[in-house]
T-cell receptor
Framework: EAGVAQSPRYKIIEKRQSVAFWCNPISGHATLYWYQQILGQGPKLLIQFQNNGVVDDSQLPKDRFSAERLKGVDSTLKIQPAKLEDSAVYLC?????????????FGQGTRLTVV | GENVEQHPSTLSVQEGDSAVIKCTYSDSASNYFPWYKQELGKGPQLIIDIRSNVGEKKDQRIAVTLNKTAKHFSLHITETQPEDSAVYFCAATHTGNQFYFGTGTSLTVIP
């Protein structure tokens, strides 16, 4: 079974530029998460989708971050404009059902550096 | 929301010794507690989990215990090996909710 795929693996941009990350979850997984992991910290949720609907985006900085999950499969996360403090690893995860009792599987992450 | 605390932040053990990492949570509604291992440059990998109707679970050298009354759970690694060196994260969640992660424990196994 293929895992969660993310691209790109690394991205370096200047502040005020825009960037987009892509995630392809495990086939059949209805729930998709985007987490932000700052160096030395645990992952923090940005947004959670159930199919193509948003379940929780309370911690998403909506003035600069946006995310979509068209057709309930792939998802993109965008930052526009980027700030220095956005430097982090962006992790995508998926789980089979919207239960919270089911394992979440993570991708390799995209390491973003804002200079 | 849920608050998960994890200790210690760093842990060094001699190869063959045991390692214990402890986490506490605040939300009594949490009922699923996974542990993740994260190696440098990789995403977190699920290594073991426990649900609230179970007090202990073991998988070879790894075990997890849960005390619902005290709201804490622990990861135990026995007979540690150099390849166990990584950052370990605990997490807590309940039905329909996000995963809340601890701050991580950097484990170093000294050969």
């Amino acid at each position: 079974e293929a895992g969660v795929a993310q691209s790109p693996r690394y991205k370096i941009i200047e502040k005020r530029q825009s960037v987009a990350f892509w995630c392809n979850p495990i086939s059949g997984h209805a729930t998709l998460y985007w987490y932000q992991q700052i160096l030395g910290q645990g992952p923090k949720l940005l947004i959670q989708f159930q199919n193509n609907g948003v379940v929780d985006d309370s911690q998403l900085p909506k003035d600069r971050f946006s995310a979509e999950r068209l057709k309930g499969v792939d998802s993109t996360l965008k930052i526009q404009p980027a700030k220095l403090e956005d430097s982090a690893v962006y992790l995508c995860a998926s789980s089979l059902v919207h239960s919270g009792n089911t394992e979440a599987f993570f991708g390799q992450g995209t390491r973003l550096t804002v200079v | 929301g849920e608050n998960v605390e994890q200790h210690p932040s760093t842990l060094s053990v001699q190869e063959g010794d045991s390692a214990v990492i402890k986490c506490t949570y605040s939300d009594s509604a949490s009922n699923y507690f996974p542990w993740y291992k994260q190696e440098l440059g990789k995403g977190p990998q699920l290594i073991i989990d426990i649900r609230s109707n179970v007090g202990e679970k073991k998988d070879q050298r790894i075990a997890v215990t849960l005390n619902k009354t005290a709201k804490h759970f622990s990861l135990h690694i026995t007979e540690t090996q150099p390849e166990d060196s990584a950052v370990y994260f605990c997490a807590a969640t309940h039905t329909g909710n996000q995963f809340y992660f601890g701050t991580g424990t950097s484990l170093t196994v000294i050969p």
